[in-house]
């Protein structure tokens, strides 16, 4: 029992760090789009707001300095500030957001959090400007009696208060006109205000705006009563007046509204799944509430880790499915005419029907709009263009498109280096621009949607495209091929060299990139996730890099076909067709085995003869005609070599530790029914090797 408040409080903190990811996400979108609406009030209180519950929710979880800073940033977000100082106000928001990114990062790590000492310099030199004078204006106006004019946002505040039973108060105070430091009086006011209660408004809002300020207005749920109140706000030589009220019922309007709306439509789907009888006697008087319980309560928080162990638990049963056929199919080899095969055939198909729908259902579960990943990307396109002194715009396509999330968390980092690289690399400056007859403006475009089994997703530019050239030359230089080997590529494997490790046709190492690492990091995960990537270019009009990767790692239909004595599995969505040849028909060029199927030449690939892939049939019978599988990845094909084909099957993928396997062309393994393990081959390693000219001669 002793460990149940660590046990809370460790839950806490994992709920604020999931919502607080949610605030940095809204404040970065704000801070953009306040520097296109500097004065736009509306944006400015979601940014207040997003950072008022960032400062609570820190200080309830003991991020205290966190808690602090947040605190300081409140002060200059104000319409009054948005309009003095224009865009200082989105720049500030920003550095804000990168601030608190990382101080939420050392407290997850459990480190010391960085200083905050770049943010509270701009926090002061922007509260000492020009902005008095416009704030100043402002309290002006609002000065005399108190009126209590809330927003449409703070009334909605106020009901929910007043909903929940509490009770509020509006209070006004008056301050000494003799008081020297207006702004240290406000401030004390404001730490007292806190004091009594939960403060759901205050006029005015920062300290800039209260320098000139007569009266000071707040709305505040609190418990004490009235006269406590005013005893405790009539603080000496401060506040020479004190008036308190409570908020009326009327103020609950917008409320009653929205509660009479959540009811009609829980009575419309109350009226839609049951046979509308009333068996609870629960009267409309109870209604709003229910509705409102109801609506919040149909979204849960769930770990990934609960839902993969239930993606594991169905793929054992796939796996039991599997061995039921099995056992079926012999039943009825031996007991043919036995009437129980067919009461068995009737329950394995219903069992079978069922357990479609539930892993259909399971892998929906799993997916969430790649809307989550795209989201992080105007940020950094702004970022970048702004550092390399370009104006680049960002256009998104197919937000709605759902991923798996754990392949959309993976692709966050290769596709993060490929928009930097477009606006680095992609993007010419103005001059260029203009010299070639384009709009100033560069345009990136990323984009998603679904074919067939996979999923795509497209970054492109309007650039300057990529120079064959350059690349042809840069891996001269760096050793990675020969000159006459590098003339005799293909232009498509000339440029998948951007992605070899250490790569890079930048002049220049800056902080943007030019290292070589990045793109090489593309193609690792890429690998990595049983996906391919795919680069095309036009000099002076852009280039456009497809990265495509499965919708689901949790399962895939494949082709089964046995080499060597091992049994293997592809996919089957990479199978292209199926043929067979006799040994006349294969020949050899430059060490490799070549097939002439129709138009086309293909490079055969034996598994049995690649890097640590060894047949554990020594003898294997000699066959008039082998069967090829001719695989394709992009505009790429191969042919497998293979001895014997078994057939179709939906397969469980369960990785493999590198121990057990050693060779990087199986990406996994699966078991059937009767216990046999099935390798899965990686076709993106086989491409990979394939395209790399010293290992050729080791697998012909």
């Known amino acids: 029992m002793k460990r149940q408040p660590d046990d809370r409080g460790s839950e806490l903190r994992a709920l604020f760090f999931e919502s607080a990811n949610e605030l940095l996400q809204a404040l970065n979108e704000a801070g953009l789009e306040l520097e296109a609406r500097p004065t736009d009030e509306e944006v400015i209180r979601s940014v207040r707001r997003a950072v008022h519950t960032l400062k609570g929710d820190s200080a309830a979880c003991g991020f205290n300095r966190l808690s602090e800073i947040a605190h300081?940033?409140?002060d200059v977000l104000s319409p009054q500030i948005g309009k003095a100082k224009g865009t200082g106000l989105a720049e500030i928001v920003l550095a804000a957001a990168d601030t608190f990114e990382a101080m939420l990062s050392a407290y997850q790590r459990q480190v010391e959090p960085p200083p905050v000492d770049g943010l509270r310099a701009m926090i002061r030199s922007l509260l000492a400007g020009p902005a008095d004078k416009t704030a100043a204006n402002v309290a002006h106006a609002e000065s005399g009696n108190a009126r209590f004019e809330w927003s449409e946002y703070e009334r909605l505040m106020i009901s929910e208060a007043l909903h929940r039973g509490e009770t509020?108060?509006?209070?006004a105070l008056r301050i000494d006109p003799n008081s020297v430091m207006r702004a240290a009086a406000f401030q004390l006011i404001r730490?007292?205000?806190?004091?009594?209660?939960?403060v759901i408004a205050l006029r005015p809002e920062d300290n800039a705006a209260a320098a000139t300020v007569e009266i000071v207005e707040a709305a505040l749920a609190s418990g004490a009563a009235e006269d406590v109140l005013r005893q405790r706000c009539r603080i000496p030589s401060i506040v020479t007046e004190v008036w308190v009220e409570r908020a009326a019922a009327a103020n609950a309007a917008d409320h009653e509204l929205l509660g009479e709306l959540l009811e009609a439509q829980a009575e419309k789907i109350a009226a839609a799944t049951t046979d509308h009888e009333d068996t609870t006697g629960v009267g409309k008087s109870g209604g709003a509430s229910s509705a409102v319980a109801t609506i919040a309560e149909s979204m849960l928080r769930v770990d990934a880790a609960r839902i993969d162990a239930v993606m594991n638990l169905v793929g054992e049963l796939i796996i039991g499915k599997s061995m039921l056929h099995r056992a079926l199919t012999e039943f009825d080899q031996r007991h043919s005419r036995d009437p129980v095969r067919a009461k068995m055939a009737d329950a394995l198909a219903f069992q079978s029907r069922v357990l479609d729908e539930l892993h259909k259902s399971v892998l929906k579960i799993r997916m969430v709009p790649v809307e989550q990943l795209f989201r992080r990307f105007p940020r950094v396109v702004r970022d970048v263009a702004k550092h390399c002194g370009k104006d680049v715009a960002l256009e998104l396509i197919g937000q709605n498109t759902d991923l798996d999330k754990g392949i959309l968390d993976s692709l966050a980092e290769p596709l993060m280096h490929i928009v930097r690289n477009a606006v680095d690399h992609g993007i010419e400056a103005a001059d260029?621009?203009?010299?070639?007859q384009k709009p100033v403006r560069g345009t990136i475009v990323l984009r998603a949607y679904?074919?067939?089994?996979?999923?795509?997703?497209e970054v492109k530019d309007d650039g300057r495209g990529i120079e064959l050239s350059h690349i042809r030359k840069h891996?001269?230089?760096?050793g990675l091929y020969k000159q006459a080997d590098v003339d005799r590529l293909p232009d498509s494997e000339v440029l998948n060299l951007i992605f070899e490790p250490g790569f890079s046709t930048a002049s220049e190492v800056t902080e943007v990139s030019g290292r070589g690492v990045g793109m090489d990091v593309v193609r690792t995960v890429l690998?990595?996730?049983?996906?391919?990537?795919?680069?095309?270019?036009q000099p002076g009009k852009g280039t456009t890099i497809q990265l495509r990767a499965p919708l689901t790692l949790a399962s895939i239909q494949t082709l089964l076909f046995r080499v060597g004595g091992r049994l293997f599995a592809v996919p089957l969505s990479s199978v292209v067709e199926i043929t067979r040849v006799t040994g006349m028909e294969i020949h050899r060029v430059d060490q490799r085995e070549v097939l002439r199927l129709r138009d086309q030449i293909l490079t055969l690939v034996r598994l049995n003869r690649l890097d640590r892939i060894h047949a554990v049939d020594e003898s294997p019978e000699k066959k008039k005609k082998n069967f090829v599988i001719v695989i394709g990845a992009a505009e790429r094909r191969f042919g497998l070599l293979v001895d014997q084909m078994v057939g179709e099957e939906e397969l469980v993928i369960k990785a493999l530790p590198s121990d057990i396997v050693a060779s990087d062309l199986v990406s996994g393994a699966s078991i059937l029914g009767d216990g046999t393990v099935v390798l899965i081959l990686n076709v993106p390693a086989v491409l990979s090797r394939l395209s790399r000219a010293t290992p050729l001669g080791a697998i012909a």
């Open 450 to 457: 679904h074919q067939g089994t996979q999923f795509v997703l």
């Open 475 to 478: 891996a001269v230089e760096k």
């Open 191 to 198: 730490n007292v205000l806190h004091g009594c209660g939960t």
């Open 168 to 171: 509020v108060y509006n209070v």
């Open 432 to 436: 260029e621009r203009l010299a070639s």
């Open 527 to 537: 690998d990595r996730l049983k996906g391919t990537v795919h680069v095309s270019s």
């Open 72 to 74: 300081e940033l409140e």
